[in-house]
């Protein structure tokens, strides 16, 4: 028998999530987000889930290539464009959208042998202070750009630093609106966190993340209970061994954890080579058997233990929910001083994943 550890992916979730964003931001075009693997999910596994999108964004030219090669035929964003003035070749023969953010990358493309004129993404800076050029040069960087010949559509971009939290976007929103206003070209700046919170941002394209996977930008579960998201990635293994604890026994390595009554306790076959967070501290959650309870002791390599007071029924062998539909995601990012999308980015290549398609 297999190590009972497995993740499953559920793409009609997926889907159902894609419907949602639809719902929320109207006439707005949507660029699913499927950069670091589809977020873990795995790229090539869960992209049918989101046939349905307007286009797909991502950062790895490897994965664009998949993606053309698995039949999708529409819109490809690079979303930190191309890093070398050779890989033009790829995104001209793959007809990519590639964002700009540099004045090398303009440069570059006016220098380029192309089959045709490219459509790009000028990301201006506001306040990110990541990529994009000044916000002051918009107009101007605007200006180079039309004048290439080996450009065609232009659409401006920008991110939000704090879109998911009460500092909001409200100010880098008011200086893209300020540079931006005598610039005629389409507009794509909300991310996850704004599609929620700030529907003024939406414009003609939006680029949802975190919330297609079922999980909250702010990683405050309240920020989507109402919108009826669907998690798609659930992590499930098994209960392997029963400890019974003593009055001051210990429990893994460092002994952190010591019994003030007696209780027992359960090993499951998940650890931070699966991919849960070797930081979790005991009280972290988890269910057992459809009951919840929380973890106790340090988590190794390969085991987590926990605390099978709620559950006495628990044995060898019982069901356990790491996360999932149950128990979402960003409650056991919360616990363990993360955040959702590192969960679902870090679940390992150990762990056997099956697909749901319905």
């Known amino acids: 028998m297999p190590r009972p550890i497995a993740a499953k992916l559920n793409l009609s979730a997926l889907n159902h999530n894609l419907n949602i964003v639809r719902q929320h931001v109207g006439t707005s075009k949507i660029w699913s987000v499927v950069k670091a693997n589809a977020y873990g999910h795995g790229l090539a596994r869960v992209w049918p889930g989101l046939a349905a999108t307007d286009g797909f964004a991502l950062l790895d030219l490897n994965e ?7 039949g999708w035929q529409g819109p490809i964003l690079l979303l930190e464009g191309f890093f070398q003035p050779p ?5 001209d023969h793959y007809r990519l959208t590639t964002t700009v953010h540099s004045d090398w990358q303009l440069e570059a493309i006016r220098a380029a042998r192309l089959d045709a004129p490219l459509n790009i993404y000028l990301k201006l800076n506001s306040g990110m ?14 200006q180079w750009a039309n004048s290439l010949s080996n450009v065609a559509e232009v659409t401006l971009m920008s991110h ?12 880098q929103f008011a200086r893209i609106q300020h540079v931006s206003e005598h610039i005629s070209a389409a ?3 909300a991310n996850s966190a704004a599609i929620l919170r700030h529907p003024e941002t939406h414009y003609d394209w939006v680029r949802p993340g975190i919330i297609l996977y079922g999980a909250s930008p702010s990683g405050d579960i309240a920020d989507i209970a109402a919108l009826g ?4 990635m659930s992590l499930h293994s098994e209960i392997i061994a029963l400890q019974t604890l003593s009055v ?13 009554e007696p209780h027992r306790i359960g090993v499951v076959a998940c650890g931070y080579a699966d991919g849960y967070p070797r930081l979790a501290p005991g009280g972290t959650p988890i269910r057992v058997d459809g009951v919840l309870t929380h973890t106790v002791g340090a988590v190794s390599m390969d085991m987590l233990t926990v605390d099978l007071t709620p559950c006495p029924q628990a044995g060898v062998g019982s069901k356990v929910e790491v996360w999932g539909e149950h128990l979402p995601i960003d409650n056991v990012a919360a616990a363990a001083g993360t955040v959702g999308y590192e969960l679902m980015c870090a679940l390992a290549g150990r762990v056997p994943v099956t697909v749901q398609r319905s």
């Open 64 to 70: 664009a290539v998949l993606l053309r090669e698995q």
């Open 87 to 91: 890989d033009l070749a790829l995104v």
């Open 129 to 142: 202070n990541r990529l994009g050029f000044p916000s002051e040069q918009a107009e101007a960087v605007w």
């Open 160 to 171: 939000f630093a704090n879109a998911d939290n009460h500092i909001g976007a409200g100010e």
């Open 187 to 189: 507009r794509c700046f």
């Open 229 to 232: 998201l669907r998690p798609v």
């Open 248 to 260: 001051g026994h210990s429990v893994g390595y460092g002994s952190h954890y010591c019994a003030s």
